[in-house]
């Protein structure tokens, strides 16, 4: 068959049943369905402000505004409009003012919002997107990270074209081990520093120098951290000279905001980021962990002193790892995100390492995946957060300190009436590997029956140090409402059961989760619902790798659907963006070193025994799994004569959702090509 460019995508629905019902999800539906992505509560905790995203039918884009809510859900509104991009609120310490950064006049800008007349101003007018706003203690500054550009590397001095000539574009050149990134595309030239800016407008000043990167292109992300005296910046960084080789090593920094040197508070091989100072100004809480160079490795929650002494983990009695620490007003309770079993929580650390799980059910951005929600926290130690569960798209929810959980908002109440989603069923079993126990859910189709036969779709999580859960996923629910049971798990290797189950797959993946995945399709036939002549298998990034490995193990499946999976582990170490990561942690050193090592994890190695219809589908600018990765699975696959079909999907990076219409594509293009090779029920 013919390679397939997105236009063509659609020809493959034509082999889908025509059962459609308009109480079931449609593909359009995408277009429909709103995301909460951020919280912030305002610090009395009366307030929430938050970033709403929403899809244009017409422009094809995914947009966001920022809107409020009470605490109590009412006085609902917006306080943005338009088709910009809103993002990244922030309250000023006093609640008067709101920070964010919008797109409303092209260049994202900083803008300050006055909430007792709604005066909105611009206080920057940059030439490069800011990132982390922080607002200093006495609300008179606001800190923020942003590229410094350079001139790009050029070799030699070509002459000038003459007057009026039309040339062609210079070539480019590089130096650096990284020079694409998923979903960045080429990255400018240049490095990333500290800026402040005074709060009511005025030209912003570095603060850091050199040729490093600092906070969010140089660690894990964030927002600086300001000391309670309004002296300094706690921030991660990467300042070594071999940093582009150690994709993980972050320090954190205090950096004087007056001048003077900046001072290293932590000094190991390992990620330290995150960093949350004190209310008192005494000690420093972040996030990081010691490089082992394993796989999976728990990031944990750290003190130590404001001068970098007396480092301890706090999070020792926790076997996850943690995110985004948040210090209570009086300083005794630091808030943590975590994954537990499937779940996205916050808890509630004592000093003395002692926790309770103060809210649940976090999540966002329409997928099973963890570790997408946010929360923030008030002086009065309300949390307000991002939810999702698997009948709720996306939505806030507040909890008081005198009272549970509550959500606030109804965004996509309007969308769903009137429709039905299929049944979330949590589901364990043992694996046939070792009898260890595995979880996973089922999405039944709407108006299920459970004396009929259904199709099976089981489809698997990437990372692959990552975990599914109870939440709300389009994809799957688009699965269930074209008439399929999915059953989506949780194999050795996922996130969220401990590091020792995570690290199960350390230097053996794919491996030995073929057996958890087989041993759940298993678990599911035995329910007696499941048509064991239809059973499909789809994945996508290590997903997709893992499809490759089930169907390069078994022929047990009608067709599969790889997206943008990695095949050959060598050439992957070697052309994906994260290269450094590849051969540091996950496989134990160079591939010319390892040779056999790389070669037999390598989907190229199972291959010859696939006998399954399989289609491939990958965005052609994803540079985490490379086009090339693809193209060398369907011509490994043509080649034996076996059924398959390239997708090739203009524009794209890693996760095909960049354009709504993609990513409604995909799922067009799934159902089209399960429903070609699906079997007569009876």
Known sequence: MRTLHVGVLFALVT????????????????????????????????????????????????????????????????????????????????????????????????????????????????????SGLAWSPDGSQLAFF????????????????????????????????????????????????????????????????????????????GSPAWTPDGQALIIPARRTADAELKMLETELFEVPVRGGGIKQLTDRFGPDGEPAVSPDGKTIAYTGFDDRKQGYQNQLLYLMNRDGSGKRVLSGKLDQGVSGPVWSADGKTIYVGFDEKGNSKVAAFALDGSYKVVARDLG??????????????????????????????????????????????????????????????????????????????????????????????????????????????????????????????????????????????????????FYDLNSGVDAVVARGYVDERNLFVTGGSGGGVLTAWMIGRTNRFRAALAFYPVINWYSFALTADMSAMAVNNWFPGMPWDNVQHYESRSLLSVVKNVKTPTLIMTGEEDFRTPMSESEQYYKALKLQGVESVLVRVPGEAHGIWGRPSHGMGKMTTLTGWFAKHRTQTP
Do not use: C
């Open 15 to 130: 082999a889908a049943p025509a059962t459609a019902q308009t109480d079931r999800l449609q593909p359009m539906d995408v277009f429909n369905l709103e995301y909460v992505a951020q919280t912030a509560i305002s610090p009395d905790g009366q307030w929430v402000a938050y970033v709403r995203q929403f899809f244009d039918v017409m422009t094809d884009r995914r947009y966001s505004n920022l809107w409020l809510v009470r605490s109590d859900g009412t006085d609902h509104r917006p306080l943005t409009t338009g088709k910009v991009n809103d993002a990244g609120a922030a309250w000023s310490p006093d609640g008067k003012r709101l920070a964010y950064v919008s797109t409303k006049d092209g260049m994202p800008q900083i803008f300050v919002r006055w909430m007792d007349n709604g005066q909105t101003y611009p206080i920057t007018q940059l030439q490069e997107p800011p």
């Open 146 to 221: 942003k590229l410094v550009p350079e001139a790009p590397l050029v070799i030699g001095q070509q002459p000038p074209p003459p007057p009026g000539a039309q040339w062609a574009p210079p070539a480019k050149y590089t130096d650096k081990l990284v020079f694409r990134f998923d979903g960045v595309g080429e990255i400018p030239p240049g490095y990333t520093h500290l800026f402040v800016v005074p709060s009511e407008g005025g030209t912003p000043r570095q603060l850091t120098a050199g040729n490093f990167h600092h906070g969010a292109a140089g660690s894990g992300g």
């Open 364 to 513: 966002s951005q329409g997928t099973a995946y963890g570790g997408v929600g946010s929360f923030s926290v008030a002086r009065d130690g309300s949390i307000a957060l991002t939810m999702s569960t698997p009948g709720v798209p996306s939505d806030v929810a507040v909890v008081r300190p005198t009272t549970p959980q509550r959500t606030v908002t109804a965004i996509n109440a309007d969308m769903l009436a009137g429709k039905r989603l299929g049944e979330v069923e949590e589901i364990w079993w043992n694996s046939s590997k070792d009898q260890r126990r595995i979880q996973g859910w089922i999405v039944k189709p709407p108006n299920f029956d459970p004396s009929r036969k259904y199709p099976l779709i089981l489809e698997i999580h990437g990372g692959p140090f990552a975990n599914y859960g109870d939440r709300f996923d389009i994809e799957k629910q688009l699965m269930a409402a074209d008439g399929s049971v999915v059953l989506y798990a949780n194999p050795r290797g996922s996130t969220s059961y401990g590091e020792e189950f995570g690290n199960l797959i350390h230097h053996a993946y794919p491996g030995d989760d």
